[in-house]
């Protein structure tokens, strides 16, 4: 069973906020939302995690809803080098987090 | 510097032959995972390992097998079983896997193998 639901494709200006949402409505008290990215023909890359609170660092900033329902990533100022998929996952809780499901994510195309 | 190496990066191979794809990590990780991607999908666990000598099957096993012998290192092996082994492989590994685990996975860079 799909865990969370993401846009399959968006366009974002270079320079410009990227703002990738994600929903995970089954999500579970104690599961967190984790943000990964894969740029063409290489492994998926770690960009930020959080539980509650809204996370930054320097990568990402990540808003998650009050009710934990939904999330959205945000690339502050994207470049051609943020074009890549994202997917967003959740770990932790009760099942067996060594089967994390990826989805196909959000392919993220940044245009000059 | 640490992180997890696979190799080889690209390779053929002949319907009805087996091969072996190698995954070695520096981390210091207990856990260890081999995923499939196809084009355009996302990735599908194939087998993951949390701990030394121990392995479990993941969502897409069968016509795969794997060892884990050493903590630093978990070989795929894609045998002639596989019906359609054409993909891009990822190994991972985590701190520790398992329930209510959620430490980030590390990726290597993928072994992409074509079958001719």
């Known amino acids: 069973d799909a865990k969370t639901t993401q846009p399959t494709s968006m366009d974002c200006a270079e320079g410009r906020a990227a703002n990738l949402p994600c929903n995970h409505s089954?999500?579970?008290?104690?599961?967190?939302v984790y943000w990964y990215r894969q740029i063409h023909s290489q492994g998926p890359q770690y960009i930020i995690h959080?539980?509650?609170n809204n996370e930054t660092n320097e990568m990402a900033s990540l808003i998650i809803t009050e009710d934990r329902k939904s999330s959205t990533l945000i690339l502050p100022h994207a470049t051609l080098r943020d074009t890549a998929v994202y997917y967003c996952?959740?770990?932790?809780?009760?099942?067996?987090?060594?089967?994390?499901?990826f989805g196909t994510g959000t392919r993220l195309q940044v245009f000059p | 510097d640490g992180g997890i190496t696979q190799s080889p990066k690209y390779l053929f191979r002949k319907e009805g032959q087996n091969v072996t794809l190698s995954c070695e990590q520096n981390?210091?990780?207990?856990?260890m995972y081999w995923y499939r991607q196809d084009p355009g999908q996302g990735l599908r666990l194939i087998y993951y390992?949390?701990?030394?000598?121990?392995?479990q099957k993941g969502d897409i096993a069968e016509g795969y097998s794997v060892s884990r012998e050493k903590k630093e290192s978990f070989p795929l092996t894609v045998t002639s079983a596989q019906k359609n082994p054409t993909a891009f492989y990822l190994c991972?590994?985590?701190?520790?896997?398992?329930?209510?685990?959620?430490?980030?996975?590390?990726f290597g860079e993928g072994s992409r193998l074509t079958v001719l």
């Open positions: 991972a590994s985590s701190i520790e896997g398992g329930v209510g685990v959620t430490g980030e996975l590390f």
């Open positions: 390992s949390q701990i030394v000598n121990d392995f």
């Open positions: 996952i959740v770990r932790g809780g009760s099942y067996n987090t060594d089967k994390l499901i």
């Open positions: 981390l210091n990780h207990d856990a």
């Open positions: 959080g539980l509650k």
């Open positions: 089954t999500i579970s008290g104690n599961e967190y």
